[in-house]
């Protein structure tokens, strides 16, 4: 359902998203009120790599901490995307999260020193029905409408959830708040473009999450929702990225180089399951990526249309990429056109193909900056080439260069550290954890250079994490950690 503008005006100005809200330096003094102290009873699951030691990492919430108000809330694994922004009816603060595995939505309440004291789920997995992964909680200050938006990703039929942060908990087995003209696939993250660069309209960047295979030839795209009005979600026409020679393979394109694409159609969407979509995409020549997880734009007044995104890469073995795909992984970025946005250039500023195992490993999370790409790597294929584990890489815009800044901390060869979190036994292989979302929360709470980033510590579980949203959907008993690091480059 749409959001009333009363109830937006509440949140319009205080909210950070998935994709890294707009955050321009500022030399406003710390917020007093705010603690970034360690929150949670567990460690840290993250240090920062070799050049940024100057991190301060703090814990923020994990699975198994027990809230002083709402003692029977579990925080679910798998927390992915998110969204953080001031309490309207408090002095506090409001943390949104995806729980992917769970199908789930929590909201965290933060109190002013910025400490968990109390959870529920706004989103059940009877409501979620498909797993969430990234999300975007969208403001009036930014996109010109609010709305926390979360995709599914369980197969062609999924859609696109529009959450009202606000709804009460009593409405989360509601099933209601998917929106079918932003199309049906398995997505990964909806992200609307910034009203600076929108022009009254809604531009709303898609990634499909889908492999190639005989069932799905069409593999990935990158789609756009484009709405005449700012935040209608029913309305709209729904396009797929092709580039303008009509190629459709991925591999076609290398790095160093620059191509024409455009946004085409994909007619009637609204009323199309994803199996007529996907036709559709090969009907008109869309590009085939292997796998389109993240999407995020540049941040900065007008830098809007500049968007990157992800290809996570796949294999069916483990070993070799297949035809026309990546394997290991690329981030693209695209530049849309100033007088039509339909059309623009499209680059591969990073990939992981021409050095396996020690470059890229399937990129998933993104996080823009006005001057870096943070990329978050999903190592969990387990290929057997792979040489260190899920890193966070720094990408600097202006040279293209990048570097390690953030590690898992596995710690192998401490017998206590595997005995707390490594019930699975997985934790040997390189990229046995992976991480969620990363975004800016400097503004929101009044610290510089502050970011939160989640993480996905599959090992690590507890049958008291099992069915954490009391839906009952599934039997997965995995937990995970929030982190707030600050001192981080923007």
């Not at 959001?3 to 950070?16: D, E, G, I, K, R």
């Not at 260069?401 to 292989?429: F, V």
């Not at 250079?449 to 008291?464: C, D, E, L, M, R």
Request: aromatic share 8%.
């Amino acid at each position: 359902m749409k959001l009333n503008h009363t109830l937006a005006a509440l949140f319009l100005s205080a909210a950070v998203f998935q994709s890294c809200n707009d955050d321009e330096t500022t030399e406003e003094p710390i917020n007093s009120d705010i603690k970034l102290e360690n929150f949670s009873k567990e460690p840290a699951f993250v240090y920062g790599m070799t050049g940024f030691e100057n991190l301060n990492i703090t814990t923020l919430i994990s699975s198994s901490d027990v809230l002083q108000d709402s003692p029977n809330f579990v925080f679910a694994g798998q927390p992915d995307g998110m969204g953080i922004m001031k309490d309207p009816n408090s002095n506090g603060y409001l943390m949104i999260t995806n729980h992917e595995i769970t199908q789930s939505v929590s909201r965290v309440y933060l109190d002013k020193s910025f400490k968990p004291v109390k959870g529920e789920y706004i989103l059940n997995g009877i409501g979620g029905m498909t797993r969430l992964c990234s999300a975007t909680l969208a403001t009036v200050a930014e996109h010109g409408f609010s709305a926390f938006l979360t995709a599914g990703e369980s197969g062609e039929e999924s859609m696109v959830h529009a959450l009202n942060p606000l709804a009460a908990a009593s409405q989360a087995s509601d099933k209601t708040r998917v929106k079918p003209a932003l199309g049906k696939a398995s997505m990964e993250n909806a992200v609307p473009l910034p009203k600076d660069v929108s022009n009254g309209k809604s531009y709303i960047l898609i990634g499909e999450d889908q492999s190639y295979s005989t069932s799905h030839q069409s593999a990935g795209q990158l789609l756009m929702y484009v709405a005449d009005t700012q935040g209608d979600l029913d309305n709209g026409k729904l396009y797929s990225l092709k580039r303008t020679n009509n190629n459709t393979t991925e591999t076609d394109m290398t790095k160093g180089s620059q191509y024409d694409v455009e946004f085409v159609e994909i007619t009637n969407a609204k009323n199309l399951t994803g199996a007529q979509i996907n036709q559709k995409n090969m009907d008109i020549n869309a590009i085939r990526f292997s796998r389109v997880e993240d999407v995020d734009y540049r941040k900065g007044a007008g830098k809007g249309r500049e968007i990157y995104f992800t290809a996570t890469g796949e294999s069916n073995d483990g070993i070799n990429p297949k035809p026309g795909l990546t394997m290991w992984g690329r981030v693209y970025k695209l530049v849309l056109n100033q007088n039509n946005m339909m059309t623009g250039k499209l680059e591969v500023v990073a990939e992981g193909d021409s050095n396996p195992g020690s470059n890229l490993i399937n990129p998933d999370n993104l996080c823009v900056t006005e001057n870096y790409v943070y990329i978050q790597e999903d190592g969990d294929s387990y290929y057997p080439a792979a040489a260190h584990d899920s890193y966070i890489w720094q990408l600097d815009i202006s040279t293209k260069q990048y570097k390690p800044w953030l590690n898992m901390k596995h710690n192998r060869t401490d017998s206590a550290w595997q005995t707390a979190y490594n019930q699975s036994g997985n934790l040997q292989k390189f990229g046995s954890w992976e991480y969620g979302a990363m975004i800016d929360v400097s503004d929101i709470i009044g610290v510089p250079n502050t970011f939160a980033v989640n993480i996905h510590s599959h090992t690590w579980q507890k049958n008291g994490f099992a069915n954490a949203d009391g839906a009952g959907v599934n039997t997965n008993k995995e937990g995970g950690q929030i982190v707030l690091i600050r001192n981080v480059q923007k």
